[in-house]
Every structure is written in structure tokens, then in C-alpha cells.
């Protein structure tokens, strides 16, 4: 099975907002509500921020929220600040039972 | 405090088989889903495999299945993966994974490791 599709690259200056979008199929961003976002910065092991599409871990800042309509899920981070600058995949369940990363995107904080 | 230690990695020819191993401490091992998530250095990540804490649930991703082999020891609070046949495509960091609930599908990476490098060169 293909990976999500993700933008390679986003970017905004502080404060502003971005949304990074991730293209599935009607096997699973389409099927299901387990889609989860990861953070991850150079060198480090990702982090969840995000859950059940909609649902941010405890610690994990206000300022993201995620979406879902159809086939695709999206990621909104609000009032950008310079410690969000990473790369960020999505990932969700598939109907095969598997779980399926998108290619992850990589966010520039101008 | 949830601590995931992998170990194993390393270079191996194409063909040959290494297994991965990850100690888990700071948590009840057996009340959670077990993953194995793996990331060229420099690339995406791509989810590999995962089982459950008890119930037998055990999935793998396609290009993995009848090669690879994952399994636990709650006793040793130890997952595994047996790697066979691996190729050079198979080179990668392999992260050990701790979801955040006990069976799925609602399956999440809660808690990573620092990951173990396996190298198939060409």
C-alpha cells in the first residue's frame, strides 16, 4: 500500500497559521477516525500531538488541531513560533488491519 | 517513567537475519500494543509491525510479512523482532513503540525508543 500523501514542505512566519493536508483512500483516512499526527525534530524520535483526528495528548499546545473530511486529514497549527519548525507525518489505520505513514512534511518557520 | 531500550542492530549481508530486541521498564508491559516503526536516516517513517499485549493480535506491513517476526515475553517485559531474509531495502533505524491503549484499531505511538541502526548493504 502507497504512504499518505503529504506536502513535502510547508512554511509561515510567527504567528501566522499553516494547515498541512495528508491524502488517503476509502481504505483508511476514508474508513476510519484513527488518524494521528506525529512531531518530529532533527535527531529526536517523533512525538504524538494528535489523535482520533481531533484529539491533542495532554501538553501538547492549544495552538494545534487537526481536521478530517473524506479521504483527507489535516493539521492546523495556529500563531507559529519558532519551536514548531519540524516535520510533521500523519498516519492512520487501514481496512487491511496495517497502520500507513504519510511522507511526512517538513515545516520552516520563517 | 516509561523507558523503551532497543538492541540488536547492526551490518548484515543480504540474506542473513538479526533479531531486535527492546527492554521496556516504567510501565505494566502487558497492558499494551507493541510496535516496531522503522525510518531511513534522513527519510520518512514506515510502521513495520505491532502486537498486542495478550490475545494474539499480530499484523505486519506487507513488504515484511513472512520475513520478519515479532513477538514478547511479558516476563522479561522484552518485545522482539526476528528480521530474516533481509535486504538492503530492510536498512534502517528501528524505533520500538509503546501504543497508548491496550488492543485496537485505535492504534497510536505513545512512547518511542531511541532506536537500533541495522545496516544491509548492497
Known amino acids: 500500500q502507497s504512504a499518505l500523501t503529504q506536502p513535502a514542505s510547508v512554511s509561515g512566519s510567527p504567528g501566522q497559521s499553516i494547515t498541512i493536508s495528508c491524502t488517503g483512500t476509502?481504505?483508511?483516512?476514508?474508513?476510519?477516525?484513527?488518524v494521528s499526527w506525529y512531531q518530529q525534530h532533527p535527531g529526536k524520535a517523533p512525538k504524538l500531538i494528535m489523535f482520533?483526528?481531533?484529539t491533542r495528548p495532554s501538553g501538547v499546545s492549544s495552538r494545534f488541531s487537526g481536521s478530517r473530511s473524506g479521504t483527507t486529514a489535516s493539521l492546523t497549527i495556529s500563531g507559529l513560533q519558532a519551536e514548531d519548525e519540524a516535520v510533521y507525518y500523519c498516519?492512520?489505520?487501514?481496512?487491511?488491519?496495517?497502520?500507513?505513514f504519510g511522507g511526512g512534511t517538513k515545516l520552516t518557520v520563517l | 517513567e516509561v523507558q523503551l531500550v532497543e538492541s540488536g542492530g547492526g551490518v548484515v549481508h543480504p540474506g542473513g537475519s538479526l533479531r531486535l530486541s527492546c527492554a521496556a521498564s516504567?510501565?505494566?508491559?502487558?497492558?499494551?500494543?507493541m510496535h516496531w516503526v522503522r525510518q531511513v536516516p534522513g527519510k520518512g517513517l514506515e510502521w513495520v509491525s505491532l502486537?498486542?499485549?495478550?490475545?494474539?493480535?499480530?499484523s505486519y506491513e506487507d513488504s515484511v510479512k513472512g520475513r520478519f517476526t515479532i513477538s514478547r515475553d511479558n516476563s522479561k517485559t522484552t518485545l522482539y523482532l526476528q528480521m530474516n531474509s533481509l535486504r538492503p531495502e530492510d536498512s534502517a533505524l528501528y524505533y520500538c513503540?509503546?501504543?497508548?491503549?491496550?488492543?485496537?484499531?485505535?492504534?497510536?505511538?505513545?512512547?518511542w525508543g531511541q532506536g537500533t541502526l541495522v545496516t544491509v548493504p548492497s
Open positions: 498516519n492512520s489505520y487501514t481496512r487491511q488491519g496495517t497502520l500507513i
Open positions: 476509502s481504505s483508511d483516512i476514508g474508513a476510519y477516525t484513527y
Open positions: 482520533d483526528v481531533t
Open positions: 502486537i498486542a499485549g495478550v490475545g494474539g493480535v499480530i
Open positions: 516504567g510501565f505494566t508491559f502487558d497492558d499494551y500494543v
Open positions: 513503540v509503546r501504543d497508548k491503549y491496550s488492543y485496537g484499531p485505535r492504534y497510536y505511538f505513545d512512547h
